[in-house]
């Protein structure tokens, strides 16, 4: 009897010891407003964390996602000793702002970019002195002692800075680095490029440009994606929204890149997230020489999307940056979790990630809580796993856009274009076909025309792959229209009447060029492989 009983208490024991070694959530404070010593509601916030001395720098974010939200400018820390938040008075002060990058990095909390009030873009670098508890704003590019005050001032105009945007990633290396990444992003346009700036120098850089709009060796340009340094030079991205802004793609996305700073190339990783937006990323503390980067929540419905398998809240998907294949897993945590939610600011903390506010997925309130994920990278390990990358559902206009294209274009309209020119001595069953071909393409075409402009958000037709599908369809739907005022054909030994001839050599040239076009265009459409 004493010996089951022994065996009983080891074995709960041990239950009890692998439990507390898995990932937790622990809830820091609840964000019950007590005399105003709370931030306030918000999302797309910026978040830092002063390692040494176990404190939570919070900045700016928005009050909810309409139009006219309040957008704050306030700065705020968390004590962890006194489990309580204290709002910084100062004069000097970024403003108010959202969407924007930022990273902590030794005695300073660094934030640019954002967009601000009526859609103001930014472009400018600050910082925040934890220990004196002061802004500063950084130049864009500090001026060489040989240079005059006053050819400097008129130099400004060329120098290099980031295009304003909101809504890209990038950030600071933990307490290690000097240099400070941006990367995407998005305004009118949606941006490719990557820089980086050096807090030492105080300069900005140029890491990666724009080459080629198409190019699948590297990521398109988006928005709305997570990130976060992994290394002094190397940062990781996650999905984002890839449509609108004269370019077209998914949104939101599934794909995941890592940009080694030193090399200036992109690496893709495997797909194992659902596709989202204003998802959240940051490293966990490194154990035993481990790595591993968290991607949270983040919203996974949105118009271009027909059905998609959304994650639960309890869910984690974990990367392993140490492998020579880099791969994603999904991760479950037991126990009490947050709400499921959207544009929480994640940051690595001293025993594991801090996370701040966000908008609640199911009921839409934006949040003012604090969260802990407890755990280091030796936690990942013994935490369960959940389902296979695999067992994930998505599809979207893109995907019916392609497959009707594939149907229409492809396949009948091809095998109506050749029943016409190898076919004609099965008279008229050649005819028949060719017109059958041609009518159910046009139709398979049309359908995949409007499921292409139902899936980019706004600015249609501004980009290449947009232009020539026009063209395209307008190409192909005078055919059936050319085909109604057709002049009678001649008979056997009687010579070709001068419509004929003109209606011949317009329907079938119009069929080259329609197909010249098409080669191109599914060219530019196959080299997006980010769904």
């Known amino acids: 009897m004493m010996d089951k009983l022994a065996l009983f208490v080891i074995t709960l024991l041990l239950t009890l010891k692998v439990t507390k070694a898995q990932l937790s959530w622990k809830l820091l404070h609840n964000g019950n407003n007590q005399n105003g010593t709370v931030p306030k509601p918000r999302r797309d916030a910026g978040i830092g964390s002063d390692l040494g001395r176990r404190r939570v720098i919070l900045f700016g974010g928005r009050e909810g996602s309409e139009k006219g939200s309040p957008v704050f400018d306030d700065t705020w820390i968390y004590h962890s000793d006194t489990l309580g938040w204290r709002l910084i008075n100062t004069k000097i002060h970024p403003s108010a702002r959202f969407s924007f990058v930022s990273g902590m990095s030794g005695e300073y909390f660094y934030i640019a970019t954002g967009e601000g009030r009526d859609r103001m873009f930014y472009n400018d670098i600050w910082r925040f002195h934890i220990r004196m508890e002061k802004w500063e704003q950084l130049p864009a590019q500090e001026k060489p002692d040989y240079i005059s005050h006053n050819q400097w001032s008129q130099s400004k105009d ?80 996650f999905g984002g929204c890839l449509t609108g802004g004269s370019t077209g793609g998914p949104c939101p996305s599934g794909d995941s890149w890592i940009f080694q700073g030193k090399r200036k190339v992109w690496d893709q990783l495997n797909n194992c997230a659902s596709p989202r937006v204003y998802s959240s990323m940051a490293m966990l503390p490194i154990a035993d020489g481990k790595r591993r980067v968290v991607l949270y929540g983040g919203v996974e419905k949105l118009p271009q999307v027909l059905t998609a398998t959304e994650s639960p809240a309890s869910e984690l998907v974990i990367l392993n940056p140490d492998l020579r294949i880099k791969r994603w897993e ?64 998505f599809y979207n206009y893109i995907m019916l856009h392609g497959i009707f294209m594939v149907a229409g274009w492809g396949v009948l309209l091809q095998w109506g274009a050749y029943i016409a020119r190898y076919m004609k001595h099965r008279d008229p069953l ?101 769904l």
């Open 330 to 393: 999904k991760k479950t945590v037991k126990g009490e979790v947050p709400s499921k939610r959207a544009s929480a600011a994640m940051v690595t903390g001293p025993a594991g990630i801090y996370m701040f506010g966000g908008i609640d997925i199911e009921s839409g309130k934006t949040m003012n809580d604090l969260w802990s994920l407890m755990g280091d990278s030796s936690a990942v390990d013994k935490t369960e796993t959940s389902t296979p990358c695999t067992e994930t559902t």
């Open 430 to 530: 050649w005819f028949y076909l060719h017109i059958g071909c041609q009518v159910f393409g046009l139709v398979f075409s049309i359908v995949g025309f409007v499921c292409g402009v139902l899936s980019v958000q706004f600015d249609h037709f501004r980009f290449t792959h947009a232009i020539l599908g026009l063209v395209i369809m307008v190409l192909g739907l005078q055919q059936p229209l050319n085909a109604l005022v057709r002049p009678h054909k001649a008979e056997p030994g009687e010579a070709k009447s001068p419509p004929r001839a003109g209606w011949e050599w317009w329907h079938h040239n119009m069929e080259r060029i329609r197909f010249s076009n098409l080669v191109p265009g599914s060219m530019l459409a196959a080299s997006f492989t980010t």
């Open 158 to 237: 060329t120098i290099l800075t980031p295009e304003e945007r909101y809504g890209a990633a990038g950030g600071i290396y933990r307490n290690e680095s000097t240099k400070f990444y941006v990367s995407l992003g998005f305004a009118d346009i949606r941006f490719p490029n990557t820089f980086s700036y050096d807090s030492v120098g105080k300069s900005w850089y140029i890491d990666f440009a724009f080459s080629h709009p198409y190019s699948p060796e590297f990521p398109h340009g988006r928005c709305l994606h997570s990130g976060t340094m992994i290394a002094p030079d190397d940062l990781v991205i």
